[in-house]
Nanobody, 126 residues
């Protein structure tokens, strides 16, 4: 059974940084692309960033380009989201996700993801 556990959320002032981690278990982590999504109160879940199985390819939502970096360390079965220059509008619950299928490129569509973590709250104060 695949399990994803996020950590690293918290309260930070605008302009600050946080690093989220997602620890995966239950299958061979290095075979699969991974993604980060977020959901703010009253809004739908939205794509943030994705990384290929090797870490060699990444893809970002326009609103985080240049501020967030997704990476992975396959030896530790962990994917990261480094968030810099945080803005109040980044406030949301952040989720990591993994697909059942093997993709060779980063995956953007939420419908492609089958496994989700419980989420970690990120709050950015102005």
């Amino acid at each position: 059974q695949v399990q994803l556990v996020e950590s690293g959320g918290g309260l930070v002032q605008a302009g600050g940084s946080l690093r989220l981690s997602c620890a995966a278990s239950g299958r061979t982590f290095s075979n699969y692309a991974m993604g980060w999504f977020r959901q703010a109160p009253g809004k739908e879940r939205e794509f943030v960033a994705a990384v290929s199985w090797s870490g060699g390819s990444t893809y970002y939502a326009d609103f985080v380009k240049g501020r967030f970096t997704i990476s992975r360390y396959n030896a530790k079965n962990t994917v990261y989201l480094q968030m810099n220059s945080l803005k109040p509008e980044d406030t949301a619950v952040y989720y990591c996700a993994a697909p059942k299928k093997i993709y060779t490129v980063p995956v953007v569509a939420p419908s492609a993801y089958d496994y989700w973590g419980q989420g970690t709250q990120v709050t950015v104060s102005s």
